[in-house]
């Protein structure tokens, strides 16, 4: 069974940078999309940012221009680079890998912007 290791998550202050990994311990073929969901406390899990493979990518509107996501085939792995962190970033990061098949979620990861 595939796991998605994620990593990078922490506590930065506003304005800061940050950038998460989620790396696929073993090969996923088929893959449709890869991407990143984020719940608040209190909050349902959202959608943050996505990957069409091949390069479409989808962005949530409060996220627009300040984050990326991008991937390494070669290392299996999928990358949030947040910039200008603000404090309503604040949550529970996850990532998403789906597969025609199937999706596989990483275990998540928090992210707490504060001063």
């Known amino acids: 069974q595939v796991q998605l290791v994620q990593s990078g998550g922490g506590l930065v202050q506003p304005g800061g940078s940050l950038r998460l990994s989620c790396t696929a311990s073993g090969s996923i073929v088929d893959i449709v999309t890869m991407g990143w969901y984020r719940q608040a406390p209190g909050q349902e899990r959202a959608s943050v940012a996505l990957?069409?493979?091949?390069?479409?990518?989808q962005y949530e509107a409060s996220v627009q221009g300040r984050f990326t996501v991008s991937r390494d085939n070669a290392k299996n792995t999928v990358y949030l680079q947040m910039n200008e962190l603000k404090p309503e970033d604040t949550a529970d990061y996850y990532c998403?890998?789906?597969?025609?098949?199937?999706?596989?979620w990483g275990k998540g990861t928090l992210v707490t912007v504060s001063s």
């Open positions: 998403k890998i789906r597969a025609v098949d199937m999706g596989y």
């Open positions: 990957l069409i493979l091949p390069e479409t990518t």
